[in-house]
């Protein structure tokens, strides 16, 4: 069945914009659509009803016409509703019949204009497999008036269970927050204009139904894509654009993670595996890890004092830093716990735990390190776009940022208030991830729980854990590796309870991704789950701390 939603041009026509309607004259609702009564039966009677059940006094200021006119688009008729034949005008390459449109139109959009602008992520469906035919980078216009909703789950009902469906994730800056002047109050919609831009911004998502989903993301006016200060807080994760549009965040992936998605319940070891040792096949009690965008596993060797890297596919590991005995050489390492790349020095910054160093080794033929942060009872860190450096101190409970190697003493940007389990204290942070908008995500390891800390902010907030310590589903046991995707959904390794925990955004509880069946050493099992890293396909990486492995659950 068509609606709003899924009501979406698939043709990918080249037409000429709308122009003029904001021209006409302002006109009351009923001659506005006066010069369209010919083309749907019973419009008086459907103007009437709009006019008695719509959203008026509006705390928007809108006249009751204008919240009339934002009523009779959302009502649903059957084949001649308004909105369908409106936007089947819009789609046609006939422009010159779209002038009959025109006072309704500048109805509408003053109504829109009054309404706030809503710069979050957005979602459509369709029930037709589209999806395939969109491409990554392309430039995508929808012509008709676009209403989307802010939750997934409303156009999940619209399109079922449907196969070969096409779902549109939309990071969208232009939108109208048009809930609350529909028919329809619970379907959250927000209307985008019509003749929206948009760019693909990877190829599409194909899900094992057959379905896909497609990410798109909103241009302005001039074709660009929303600058930082447009898009501040729009993601749930705040993953909006700043300086640097294409910045992945680290152990992030850029592939559109919608609620749907699974992942293999069964693990491939990809490192490790052939129980505890110290040969290039053997791993002994790894704590952190990083997968490069050329797929190499770095991984955090801990009791064998080194850092490995295996490529994908390979048998065994090469040893990158370290491996050198325990000792404080800078050839040396003691107990590493976490690895980041530095993408714009090629150099690995490692977690030097026992010697309470952050350290630097070139990623290729590196004979040492560089101590780049001393003094600091460290366990993970983190880089933003900026490559400014995020590092634990689970001794002081907080978590400082460098801005460079010459930066000895840095800033707290999380913590720092003492051991507790207040929202502005940690206890025993362990690991870190942080979006596109510096919002910092901390595994607080003795406190059961992961914070979400804005920059700038004095306090942080639970957005997984902080029910006690315990299995249940709003339970964390020791909390290790933390990861988030676009929806703002967090994933945490969930250490002795030996399973990978998912929580949507603003959830009171989660669901197990991976792991959970007990502790034990088969494909579907955790011996103390650490570390986690996605790839740029969106595979998930975890650290089997007791098993002495690494684990890649493929995408579905």
């Not at 129980?275 to 997968?291: F, I, M, S, T, W």
Request: hydrophobic share 35%; aromatic share 10%; proline share 4%.
């Amino acid at each position: 069945m068509m609606n709003r939603f899924g009501d979406i041009d698939a043709s990918f026509k080249r037409l000429t914009p709308v122009y003029g309607f904001r021209s006409a004259k302002y006109a009351p609702i009923d001659n506005a659509l006066e010069p369209i009564v010919s083309q749907i039966d019973a419009l008086p009677h459907y103007i009437k009803t709009a006019k008695k059940y719509c959203h008026f006094p509006s705390e928007h200021g809108l006249t009751r016409d204008e919240s009339a006119a934002i009523y009779i688009y959302t009502m649903e008729w059957g084949d001649t509703a308004l909105y369908r034949v409106l936007n089947q005008a819009l789609r046609s390459e006939n422009r010159q019949a779209l002038k009959i449109w025109f006072p309704y139109l500048r109805l509408f959009d003053e109504a829109l204009h009054k309404l706030p602008t809503v710069k979050e992520v957005l979602w459509r469906g369709i029930s037709l497999d589209i999806g395939k035919t969109f491409v990554r980078n392309q430039i995508v216009t929808w012509w008709s008036v676009n209403s989307c909703s802010s939750s997934v789950n409303v156009i999940k009902n619209f399109i079922g269970k449907e196969k070969n469906s096409t779902l549109f994730l939309i990071e969208a800056v232009n939108g109208k927050k048009v809930s609350g002047y529909t028919e329809f109050e619970n379907e959250e919609e927000i209307v985008l204009p019509m003749g929206s831009q948009f760019r693909v911004k990877s190829d599409p998502l194909e899900q094992s139904n057959g379905s896909y989903l497609v990410h798109l993301i909103e241009l302005d006016d001039d074709e660009n894509e929303p600058s930082a200060t447009a898009t501040d807080n729009m993601l749930p994760t705040g993953t909006a654009s700043h300086e640097n549009s294409s910045f992945t965040p680290a152990r992030g992936t850029d592939v559109a993670l919608a609620p749907s998605v699974k992942w293999s319940l069964k693990g491939t070891t990809v490192a490790g595996g052939h129980g505890k040792g110290r040969e290039l096949n053997q791993l002994d009690h790894p704590r952190g890890l990083y997968v490069h965008d050329d797929l190499t596993i770095y991984v955090a060797d801990g009791d064998n004092q080194r850092i490995m890297a295996w490529p994908l596919g390979a048998t065994q590991g090469q040893v990158v830093a370290g491996g050198n005995g325990c000792g404080n050489g800078l050839h040396q390492l003691h107990y590493p716990s976490d690895i980041i790349v530095d993408r714009s020095t090629d150099t690995l910054v490692i977690c030097d735990w026992r010697n309470r160093r952050v350290v630097g080794w070139p990623r290729h033929g590196g004979k040492k390190g560089k101590i780049l942060v001393d003094n600091i009872d460290c366990f993970g860190l983190t880089m933003d776009d900026h490559g400014f450096l995020y590092v634990t101190d689970f001794v002081r409970h907080e978590v400082r940022r460098f801005r460079s190697d010459a930066d000895s003493q840095g800033t707290v940007v999380a913590g720092g208030n003492g051991i507790g389990n207040r929202n502005d204290q940690l206890n025993w942070p362990a690991h870190l991830f942080i979006d596109r908008d510096h919002s910092l995500y901390i595994s607080d390891d003795y406190n059961h729980r992961v914070m979400k800390w804005v920059e700038g902010a004095k306090e942080g907030s639970v957005v997984a854990g902080g029910h006690g310590m315990g299995n249940e589903m709003n339970q964390l046991r020791y909390a290790k590796g933390v990861l988030i995707d676009n929806m703002g959904t967090v994933y945490v390794a969930d250490w002795e309870n030996h399973r990978v925990m998912r929580w949507p955004q603003g959830s009171t509880g989660g669901s197990v991704l991976v792991g959970g069946n007990g502790q034990g050493n088969g494909p579907k099992q955790f011996d103390g789950c650490g570390g986690l890293s996605f790839d740029n396909q969106g595979h998930l990486y975890v650290v089997d701390f007791g098993n002495h492995r690494v684990q890649r659950f493929s995408i579905l």
